[in-house]
C-alpha cells in the first residue's frame, strides 16, 4: 500500500514565522507535489520535483519555496507566512511515465491556520 | 478560462438513481484524465482514470471521454449514500510532468 505522510495534522503560526512542512512518502516515487486547496478554487499547484535536487514551479509558487534532498521526502517553506496563506496543504507522490502513470497518492492534508 | 471545468454543485441525486458528473478542458493534447473522489475532511483518492475515447466501465462506475468535444464525465450507477463526496476531475498536461484539476462538483445522495 502506497503511503504519504504529512509532519502536522493542524498547525497554527503567526505571520512572519518561517514554516516547514515536511511530506514522506514510501512507494520510491520520483515524482512529488505540493498543492493547495480553498474552497472554490480547487487543488493548485505550488511546487513539484521530478527527481532529487530538481524543482520546478507550479501555478501558484509566490511565497513559498522547496526542498528535496532525498527521494522520499519533499519539504514545502512558508519563508514568511502571511494570513492569505492559510489554507489546506496537500503532498502528493506519483510514479514517472505516461498516461495512468500520472496517478497520484494523496497524503493526509495539513491544515494550516496563519493568525 | 479555467484549464479544466466542473460545475462546482452542488448535486443532489436520489438514492438508487444514476449521478452524472461533467468536466471539459482546454488542453488539446491532454491524453489522461481522471476522476479523484474527495470526502469531507479527507484527501483525494483516484477512482477512474480514462484515455481512449468512449466508455470505461468499473463497477457502478462509468468514465467518458469525447477527445473532439474536450469533453470527459462520470456515471454512478445505483447512487448510495456513501458515494456522497466532491468529484475532482484532473487532465494530465500535454507538456509536463503533472496534472491540472478542476475546482470539483459536489455531489449529495439522498435517501
Known amino acids: 500500500d502506497v503511503k504519504v505522510t504529512q509532519s502536522s495534522r493542524y498547525l497554527v503560526k503567526r505571520t512572519g514565522e518561517k514554516v516547514f512542512l515536511e511530506c514522506v512518502q514510501d512507494?520510491?516515487?520520483?515524482?512529488m507535489f505540493w498543492y493547495r486547496q480553498d474552497p472554490g478554487l480547487g487543488l493548485r499547484l505550488i511546487y513539484f520535483?521530478?527527481?532529487?535536487?530538481?524543482?520546478e514551479k507550479g501555478d501558484i509558487p509566490e511565497g513559498y519555496s522547496v526542498s528535496r534532498e532525498k527521494k522520499e521526502r519533499f519539504s514545502l517553506i512558508l519563508e514568511s507566512a502571511s494570513t492569505n496563506q492559510t489554507s489546506m496543504y496537500l503532498c502528493?507522490?506519483?510514479?514517472?511515465?505516461?498516461?495512468?502513470?500520472?496517478?497520484?497518492?494523496f497524503g493526509p492534508g495539513t491544515r494550516l491556520t496563519v493568525t | 478560462q479555467k484549464e479544466v471545468e466542473q460545475n462546482s454543485g452542488p448535486l443532489s441525486v436520489p438514492e438508487g438513481a444514476i449521478a452524472s458528473l461533467n468536466c471539459t478542458y482546454s488542453d488539446r493534447g491532454s491524453q489522461s484524465f481522471f476522476w479523484y473522489r474527495q470526502y469531507s475532511g479527507k484527501s483525494p483518492e483516484l477512482i477512474m482514470f480514462?484515455?481512449?475515447?468512449g466508455d470505461k466501465e468499473d463497477g457502478r462506475f462509468t468514465a467518458q471521454l469525447n477527445k473532439a468535444s474536450q469533453y470527459v464525465s462520470l456515471l454512478i450507477r445505483d447512487s448510495q449514500p456513501s458515494d456522497s463526496a466532491t468529484y475532482l476531475c484532473a487532465a494530465e498536461h500535454s507538456s509536463a510532468s503533472k496534472i491540472i484539476f478542476g475546482s470539483g462538483t459536489r455531489l449529495s445522495i439522498r435517501p
Open positions: 512507494m520510491d516515487h520520483e515524482n
Open positions: 520535483s521530478y527527481d532529487v535536487k530538481m524543482k
Open positions: 480514462i484515455y481512449s475515447n
Open positions: 502528493a507522490s506519483s510514479p514517472p511515465g505516461t498516461g495512468f502513470s500520472y496517478e497520484q497518492y
